[in-house]
């Protein structure tokens, strides 16, 4: 018996020493590449060779940070013993913000069916075109090259002490660090970002990235901290409530209700807001609170008005429930339900009740709510937080915050509200009315706002 175990094994031993060289052993790597040719293309080369026959397929995969699953792309190459393969990922169709890393892999196969898959290799797009300074802590990184070191620096401390009470407020703990990149000037600014954005652009956020770009010239400085602050607002609220999918089901008047009042606080709403508001309140013109859980208007004087009421709301929340039912409200709009059930759990009234109540506060009229049916509620909507670029609004506005567009490709923007301004230099909006914060023109006698602790 023993002899017949030691005479298969030898057989066995042979056969395997005979056998062609199978999966991995057969084909090796001779060279692979990555080149950031930001903001034209990024190239991934590589070159393989197989002992056993000619390599037929080829797939590259590429897994972007903060984004659930991976892609896999098919590469340019001849089929042979010998071949080398070329993906290029056009930023001009399928645009990628500077920031965004990530990791890429090969797999491999040739006509036998020997398989090899490559190590995973990590890669980052940069804007190489300027000399990037660079301030950072675990949570945020500011980076600009305009303005010297100290116009930097205090965005970058009014970023981290907007971290500091955001987090606090949301009870949210900021696991992913948020990027803010800084372009000083428009020339540089609309070379960074996608074609297809419109003149009146000032600056664009990737919310499934935790990158915002912006165009802060360094005779803004005040206007770039209302910016930073609303763009860090509406980051954290993201990494709250998103979905593994990467959507954000809230309402919309929420979402900028909450970004309008943390880049306020704690100074009162400016008059661009105010000011609509209050002739709303005189002449009964308000907006249902039902009517802003989607887009906002695209006319600029409607869009206002939706922008303050949303303020408005929020501020409401806060001082009448507290910031501990904030928190909670957040907490259940991420579990996920219908709007009215979530608004009930959290603050004991509806989506009409809560506009009751708020307009009791705001000494507006009541209004006569329709009688809605049990089988109704009001569905949440799967959007993702500001899908459109920043938008100007009129001449005589003035600055506030935020666009956000999401995934691979940037959302266009709808036409603007009003003609865009004839010198750009002199004016940057980064809200649509359609889902962002109008920042207005940065005039030539800005109002410095003091700004007091956060309590």
Same mark, same amino acid.
């Not at 098919?74 to 990530?102: C, H, K, M």
């Not at 301004?421 to 207005?440: E, H, K, M």
């Given at each position: 018996?023993?002899?017949?175990?030691?005479?298969?094994?030898?057989?066995?031993?042979?056969?395997?020493?005979?056998?062609?060289?199978?999966?991995?052993?057969?084909?090796?790597?001779?060279?692979?590449?990555?080149?950031?040719?930001?903001? /034209?293309?990024?190239?991934?080369?590589?070159?393989?060779?197989?002992?056993?026959?000619?390599?037929?397929?080829?797939?590259?995969?590429?897994?972007?940070?903060?984004?659930?699953?991976?892609?896999?792309?098919?590469?340019?190459?001849?089929?042979?013993?010998?071949?080398?393969?070329?993906?290029?990922?056009?930023?001009?169709?399928?645009?990628?913000?500077?920031?965004?890393?990530?990791?890429?892999?090969?797999?491999?196969?040739?006509?036998?069916?020997?398989?090899?898959?490559?190590?995973?290799?990590?890669?980052?797009?940069?804007?190489?075109?300027?000399?990037?300074?660079?301030?950072?802590?675990?949570?945020?990184?500011?980076?600009?090259?305009?303005?010297?070191?100290?116009?930097?620096?205090?965005?970058?401390?009014?970023?981290?002490?907007?971290?500091?009470?955001?987090?606090?407020?949301?009870?949210?703990?900021?696991?992913?660090?948020?990027?803010?990149?800084?372009?000083?000037?428009?020339?540089?600014?609309?070379?960074?970002?996608?074609?297809?954005?419109?003149?009146?652009?000032?600056?664009?956020?990737?919310?499934?990235?935790?990158?915002?770009?912006?165009?802060?010239?360094?005779?803004?400085?005040?206007?770039?901290?209302?910016?930073?602050?609303?763009?860090?607002?509406?980051?954290?609220?993201?990494?709250?409530?998103?979905?593994?999918?990467?959507?954000?089901?809230?309402?919309?008047?929420?979402?900028?209700?909450?970004?309008?009042?943390?880049?306020?606080?704690?100074?009162?709403?400016?008059?661009?807001?105010?000011?609509?508001?209050?002739?709303?309140?005189?002449?009964?013109?308000?907006?249902?609170?039902?009517?802003?859980?989607?887009?906002?208007?695209?006319?600029?004087?409607?869009?206002?008005?939706?922008?303050?009421?949303?303020?408005?709301?929020?501020?409401?929340?806060?001082?009448?429930?507290?910031?501990?039912?904030?928190?909670?409200?957040?907490?259940?709009?991420?579990?996920?339900?219908?709007?009215?059930?979530?608004?009930?759990?959290?603050?004991?009234?509806?989506?009409?009740?809560?506009?009751?109540?708020?307009? /009791?506060?705001?000494?507006?009229?009541?209004?006569?709510?329709?009688?809605?049916?049990?089988?109704?509620?009001?569905?949440?909507?799967?959007?993702?937080?500001?899908?459109?670029?920043?938008?100007?609004?009129?001449?005589?506005?003035?600055?506030?915050?935020?666009?956000?567009?999401?995934?691979?490709?940037?959302?266009?923007?709808?036409?603007?509200?009003?003609?865009?301004?004839?010198?750009?230099?002199?004016?940057?909006?980064?809200?649509?009315?359609?889902?962002?914060?109008?920042?207005?023109?940065?005039?030539?006698?800005?109002?410095?706002?003091?700004?007091?602790?956060?309590?």
């Amino acid at each position: 018996m023993k002899r017949l175990t030691l005479l298969f094994v030898t057989v066995f031993a042979l056969f395997a020493l005979a056998a062609p060289a199978f999966a991995e052993d057969a084909i090796t790597v001779t060279s692979n590449k990555f080149t950031n040719n930001f903001r /034209k293309n990024l190239t991934f080369v590589l070159g393989a060779q197989s002992a056993a026959g000619k390599i037929t397929n080829i797939a590259l995969l590429i897994q972007l940070e903060g984004i659930a699953s991976s892609g896999r792309q098919i590469p340019d190459f001849s089929p042979g013993a010998q071949v080398q393969a070329t993906y290029e990922w056009n930023l001009e169709r399928n645009y990628l913000p500077p920031g965004v890393s990530g990791q890429f892999w090969w797999l491999i196969e040739d006509d036998k069916g020997n398989q090899k898959q490559t190590e995973k290799q990590n890669f980052r797009v940069e804007d190489t075109s300027q000399q990037w300074k660079k301030l950072a802590n675990s949570q945020v990184a500011l980076y600009w090259y305009a303005g010297g070191d100290s116009f930097g620096k205090a965005l970058f401390d009014r970023a981290v002490e907007a971290m500091q009470y955001l987090q606090q407020d949301t009870k949210v703990s900021v696991e992913r660090q948020i990027q803010i990149f800084i372009y000083g000037n428009r020339n540089d600014f609309f070379k960074a970002i996608p074609m297809s954005s419109k003149e009146w652009t000032g600056g664009q956020a990737y919310t499934e990235y935790s990158i915002v770009v912006i165009n802060v010239e360094p005779n803004s400085l005040e206007w770039g901290k209302d910016a930073t602050v609303h763009e860090l607002t509406h980051q954290i609220i993201s990494q709250k409530i998103r979905g593994p999918l990467g959507d954000l089901s809230m309402p919309h008047w929420m979402d900028e209700g909450l970004a309008m009042y943390y880049e306020t606080y704690p100074n009162p709403l400016d008059n661009q807001f105010a000011a609509p508001l209050k002739r709303a309140i005189q002449n009964d013109t308000l907006m249902t609170v039902r009517s802003m859980v989607g887009a906002f208007p695209t006319d600029s004087a409607a869009a206002n008005l939706a922008y303050a009421q949303s303020y408005s709301l929020v501020d409401f929340i806060i001082r009448k429930y507290g910031r501990d039912k904030l928190a909670q409200l957040l907490q259940d709009f991420k579990t996920g339900g219908f709007y009215d059930d979530v608004f009930k759990k959290a603050l004991g009234v509806d989506t009409d009740g809560l506009e009751t109540e708020w307009r /009791k506060d705001i000494g507006a009229k009541p209004r006569v709510i329709p009688t809605r049916g049990a089988t109704t509620p009001t569905p949440f909507p799967t959007f993702s937080l500001s899908t459109d670029p920043f938008v100007a609004p009129t001449a005589a506005a003035k600055p506030s915050a935020t666009p956000q567009v999401v995934a691979v490709q940037a959302t266009a923007a709808p036409p603007a509200p009003t003609a865009a301004p004839s010198n750009p230099l002199r004016s940057v909006a980064l809200c649509n009315s359609t889902g962002l914060i109008v920042l207005g023109v940065i005039a030539t006698a800005w109002q410095i706002r003091r700004r007091r602790p956060h309590v």
